[in-house]
């Protein structure tokens, strides 16, 4: 029953190329995004619910629109593999969510869930099989188009602000509370532990896939040193850390490895790709989001820091490692090895870096205009916006305690 | 040391078919069977103590309990399946301590607790070994087992009405507050992010083992949904979640498909599965258990909604897909391959489906009789039943701060 | 694409045989450490934010540390193993954290962090690879080592008693919430559930494994039942459970098994070793505790009766079981089989005896002079220590709500 040394040790070789189980993106879906979400101190019932619904929801949806895609003889075959795929799309919607928390309301949320996964999942395809874009973690067609579609519904969602009335762009329940902070920590560290696993899942070798693991851990790590210490030296009180940089910031480090983390960065490149995340998004938070908000473009988990800018910066790393690619350095499997999704060896480093390029501005302005577009039809009374009084408020959708 | 690309797919071929570790189990029953019993404002220390207590005592009486079936020349050997499957057990018990949160004293909960685990394996010796019920899931011998044992209990142990003094039926501290609504949503996430890996940890081969995560997936996802949509409905104010039907109705699905994941439902049977769990639980906490409280059979966490009645359906829906089981739809392996926890082949579909039928009948009068028989011995002053006025309050049992 | 039935049993004995990913250990370090630490009522934020800084800081310094004596032609490999080790070494620097809770200045602590990672390294070739000692869990090197790492840097920190000035050996904020204590408990069980991953994760045989595991999780239940029935025969208030043993005695266990858990020590043997962790660790909380803070020598979390004795209870369980080691009770592959951690089957069980017992006293020598000499160091200005009123106060390091 029991195996010898030697058939546990070619065990343990399997055993490491075994790709992140989709259970650990699981937990980073439904733990990580929903617990990270409650932050707010009077929204967590709302955050969890609108979470959990619009995740079941998409990855139902997503089953769908993923694989019309990839049919064969019409009909779609789930697996393991597929289910992996919707969760990881259910991620681009609740990273919308986290840019509307608080200001949109449950049938705005579910409508924009519908569309986005739709746009989304033909953005996926855009990237991954006509340009044939590296992005193993998604930091292109999950990340950088889930928040920056949700700033697209965000800038479309801008409060009118009306004399005599109190300042829209303000809210006394838009902020934490002590216990509220704790519990945002839960989904903020699963997020931290498992993103090795989510930047992983879709590798195909073994080398790829501890490269993918070994190389989003280091930039995670080497992130959240850098996120502490730059939070503590611009915060507002001298040396002390704010909560949202350390929430939020120490895991920009995963979005910005997530395109190039299969590829041969090494042991130092990782580290400094964190580093990098760090200061934009402890920067980003610090500086930018009280400039958008002031006019009046919300962005309640501040998405555009952990996800947005993070993930521009991980599409514009996959433009440099692909134009580095050369065959000497990685040998003589060449950029098919290095860029885990391409299965053809004939592109030369230019072009996969113009094509790298291209997904990366293409997604920009399907998101950009696809979450406008959807942010004004969300409008319509049909699906009942939210007054200003009634933002940020679990009251208004559950029945309390 | 790294397996090269066709190394790697045959690695992932593998892993396509490996049964949910032991450690998903694990997870659901400390951490979600334990947090989702958190949700009372007063008894958080408690629902978190006794569940780890009661689950560390289980699963050593459990691993002598079912062994004691299965001994090779009297010696009873320990692996990982067995511990997976004494983690399994420990679910039943911790089912039946649901129904009795907050009523019932350490020491009765100790004694049922080890009674149950007794008569609960001997039920699933003459389930799976005796009538040879597909259950793989355990939606018969787990999950209807211990609902019914508990509320067995529950009736020994309703409350006597005394002239003068307050409802014994109502209790001030019988409910939740916003923090531990929010903490019992961790217990409940956790347990439908790992069901999947509980109903397919004991399959036979990738393919059941394929079939049972995928309908589990998609069964809770559906059950999800429709939960959220149905409690609005059916809300007292109109359009407002209920906590009560967030935290359980949407797991209903995974109980519902538990004794069927691993058969040939397809997709949408999977789905439709889950549709009507959710229907099942929600109307049962809407309507049914208020009705059983004012006759004074308490059930705290509604575990009947959960995992009684959504169990029954799902035995049942074992009855009808076994007299559905044909050789021409499911191949030459016929019912051998369609009920995972059969290796004989003879049986016509109609005797599978009339064992199935049994299986169900037998569990359901060896819980109920069992429960109310241990219930009334818990109620010697040997074992201190609580006072009215001490139930659902950690102040009976903890040094609070 | 999927298996058959033969396949899948093959893939099943593989399965059996993987070691515990490190993505377990990940969970434990991350949310197990760090929400365990969550106790005290005003200090959730410090606890998680500098158990994941100096974490996230010492994992990448130790795959430094670490791999220094491991380089292959001067160039350190980064794979999961080593990314696994650099978490365990992580764990040490933890357990040092527990002890200094709340009243060390966070530069003291990342000064602490650096120091006893590299000494903590050096004592782990130490005991592996001079004495090469079984110590599979690192009951020596890690618990023991980090805990009384911490105990040094506490007796340099013993605060003076002044005339008139409150006594600095009590505090007010020295204590738990009842919020604070639930969410605590996240951090408790978490450890509980993935301790067999984390004694497992380094054990080099499919036999050695499942040892490994089975043994873990026998001795923390038997450690967990024992826990609570002494925690309330010693209570201060007859019969009531006190949260402090639950959240920690219950985890003695698995340090106890640690550096035996890989040998054939029996389900009954590991039962006894739970049982005599939990009796050392509540006696310790009950009556030891108390005494030390009395002479001013502080252990916020109790480290000592966590880690510390448990681990010495460990080692010194070590030497009785390496003095027992016969060829006759463990087969022609004699103590190599046994101690897993030596390839070499030459030693005798007595000399192996002696290694173990050296090992033990010099990592306890090494941890409480290397503790002393840090804590006095860390007195300077440069590491700005706390005034008494600023500690266990999350006041001092954020910015609050």
């Not at 939070?231 to 920009?252: E, P, Y």
């Not at 299965?343 to 696809?370: M, Y």
Request: proline fraction near 2%; include cysteine; glycine fraction near 10%.
């Amino acid at each position: 029953m029991l195996l010898t040394v030697e058939e546990f040790r070619a065990a343990e070789k399997i055993l490491a190329g075994l790709p992140g189980c989709y259970e650990d993106t699981h937990v980073m879906i439904f733990i990580g995004f929903g617990f990270l979400m409650t932050f707010l101190k009077k929204y967590c019932y709302s955050a969890l619910g609108f979470n959990w619904l619009l995740g079941a929801l998409v990855i139902q949806w997503a089953l769908l629109c993923q694989n019309f895609f990839h049919m064969t003889d019409g009909v779609i075959y789930i697996t393991k593999l597929t289910i992996i795929e919707a969760d990881i799309m259910a991620a681009t919607v609740l990273i919308t969510f986290g840019a509307l928390l608080g200001v949109a309301s449950g049938a705005q949320l579910l409508f924009i869930a519908v569309v986005e996964t739709a746009v989304g999942c033909a953005n996926i395809y855009l990237v991954s099989d006509v340009f044939k874009a590296a992005d193993v973690g998604g930091s292109i067609a999950i990340h950088t188009f889930g928040a920056y579609f949700g700033l697209g519904v965000s800038m479309a969602l801008k409060p009118k602000k009306v004399e005599g009335q109190p300042d829209p762009y303000q809210h006394e329940l838009n902020g934490p509370s002590y216990v509220s902070d704790v519990s945002a920590m839960i989904g903020s560290i699963f997020l931290w532990i498992y993103w090795p696993s989510f930047n992983s899942a879709l590798t195909q070798s073994d080398a790829e896939y501890q490269r993918a693991v070994v190389n989003t851990y280091l930039s995670l790590a080497a992130c959240t040193v850098v996120s502490f210490v730059l939070s503590s030296a611009v915060s507002h009180h001298h040396g002390k850390f704010d909560m949202v940089h350390v929430q939020n910031s120490t895991l920009a480090g995963g979005v910005a490895v997530g395109s190039v983390c299969n590829m041969h960065i090494g042991a130092g490149g990782a580290i400094a790709v964190g580093i990098g995340a760090a200061v934009i998004s402890v920067l980003g938070y610090r500086y930018l989001t009280p400039k958008l908000a002031s006019w009046g473009l919300l962005d309640t988990c501040g998405v555009n820091n952990l996800h947005g800018m993070p993930g521009i910066y991980s599409g514009l790393l996959s433009v440099l490692f692909a134009a580095m690619a050369t065959t000497e350095v990685y040998g003589s499997t060449g950029l098919g090895e290095v860029f885990g999704a391409i299965k053809e060896d004939e592109r030369t480093a230019s072009t996969q870096a113009l094509n790298q390029f291209i997904a990366l501005v293409a997604t920009l302005a399907i998101a950009i205009i696809g979450g406008v577009i959807t942010g004004f039809v969300s409008k319509l009374s049909l699906f009942s916006p939210l007054e200003n009084k009634e933002k940020y408020d679990d009251e208004v959708n559950w029945e309390l305690p």
